[in-house]
C-alpha cells in the first residue's frame, strides 16, 4: 500500500518557521519526484516545488527564497523547510509523488497524494 504521510504542520505567528516531513512507503518512488504543493482557503492546489531522490531541486517561481525542499534518501522522508513565514502561507500543504515533473509543476497534478497537513500563520 502506497503512503506519503505528512507531518510538521501547526499554529505559528508570522515570521516563524516551521518544517514539514513527509515519509514515503509503499513502493521505492526511485524514479519519482517527490514534490509539495498547497492549497490555501478559496484558492486552488498549487504547485511549491520538487525534488528527486539524486537530489535534483525544483521550485515555483514565487516559493523561491523563503522555502526549501530537501530529502533524506536513507530514511525515504522528504521536507520543505519554510521560513519568514506570512499569513499568505496559511495552507494546507500535501506531499505528491509523480513520475512527470511537468506533471505536478505545470498541470497541478500527481500520481500519489498525502492526506495533508495544516498550516496556520497568523498576523
Known amino acids: 500500500q502506497v503512503q506519503l504521510v505528512e507531518s510538521g504542520g501547526g499554529l505559528v505567528q508570522a515570521g516563524a518557521s516551521l518544517r514539514l516531513s513527509c515519509a514515503a512507503s509503499?513502493?521505492?518512488?526511485?524514479?519519482?519526484?517527490m514534490g509539495w504543493f498547497r492549497r490555501a482557503p478559496g484558492k486552488e492546489r498549487e504547485f511549491v516545488a520538487a525534488?528527486?531522490?539524486?537530489?535534483?531541486?525544483y521550485y515555483a517561481g514565487s516559493m523561491k527564497g523563503r522555502f526549501t525542499i530537501s530529502r533524506d534518501s536513507s530514511q525515504r522522508r522528504v521536507y520543505l523547510q519554510m521560513d519568514s513565514l506570512k499569513p499568505e502561507d496559511t495552507a494546507v500543504y500535501y506531499c505528491?509523488?509523480?513520475?512527470?515533473?511537468?506533471?505536478?509543476?505545470?498541470?497541478?497534478?500527481?500520481?500519489?497524494w498525502g492526506q495533508g497537513t495544516q498550516v496556520t500563520v497568523s498576523s
Open positions: 505528491a509523488a509523480d513520475r512527470s515533473l511537468l506533471t505536478m509543476s505545470s498541470d497541478g497534478n500527481a500520481a500519489y
Open positions: 525534488i528527486t531522490w539524486s537530489g535534483n531541486i
Open positions: 509503499g513502493r521505492t518512488f526511485s524514479n519519482y519526484y
